[in-house]
Structures are given as C-alpha cells and as structure tokens.
C-alpha cells in the first residue's frame, strides 16, 4: 500500500508546482502595479503536500521574499490555515532592508528585522 501512495505525493508535488509558477507570476504583476493587494488564483484541492511544489516554484523562479510569502499564504488559506504575512524593517551597516516572512516562521536569535506591518489572510 506505501508504494502506491508515493506517486500520489509525487503528483501532487508537480501540481503545486504548477499552481506555484502561475501564483508567483501573478503576485509579481500584481505587485509591480503597487500596492499588497493581490488576487491570487485558488490552490488546487490536493493534499498539503504539494506545499512542496509550491516552494520549488518559488526557488526556481526567484521570487521575492514578499512574493513567497503571499504565494504560500494563499496556499495555506485553502488548506485550513490562517497565517499573516509579516514585513519588517532593518537597518544594517546604514542601509534599511525589507523583508516579508509568515506568521510563525522560524527565526534566528540574532534575526534583525522589526516588524513594520502585516497583511492578513484573505
């Protein structure tokens, strides 16, 4: 039975990663117009594990750590799990850097960013 679930994992993976390319693509449109609002398309009805996917698309396409982070918010969205999308602020060697996580993402103890807003699930 464990052999016919592996290529039910491996489908679903390469789903995710199809729903992640045209997710990423579309933040990044979206976000290049202005503004944290975006419209992403509604996740495939897979299992979870497609998160997998979703990521690699991410990596693979470069996305920005705002573009992951809406991408993956709306995956979790349709899987039952509300998460925020964090943007934080950080000054480093005179120079103030952006960066977006989720709510709940492990953090370094020497993590330098202060949380500046927060964009909720929708």
Known sequence: M???????KAWHVVVGFAWGVRAV????????????????????????TGIRGVRLAARILR??????SLVL???HLAHGREVAVVI??????DTTIAHAWLEGEERTEEWPYVELTRVPPR
């Open 88 to 93: 934080g602020v950080a000054n480093e060697h």
């Open 25 to 48: 693509r579309t933040a990044r449109s979206q976000l290049r117009r202005g503004g944290l609002s975006v419209s992403l398309p509604h996740p495939p009805a897979i299992s979870v």
């Open 73 to 75: 918010q709306r995956w």
């Open 63 to 68: 996305a920005t750590c705002l573009e992951r």
């Open 2 to 8: 464990r052999v016919a679930a592996a290529p039910l």
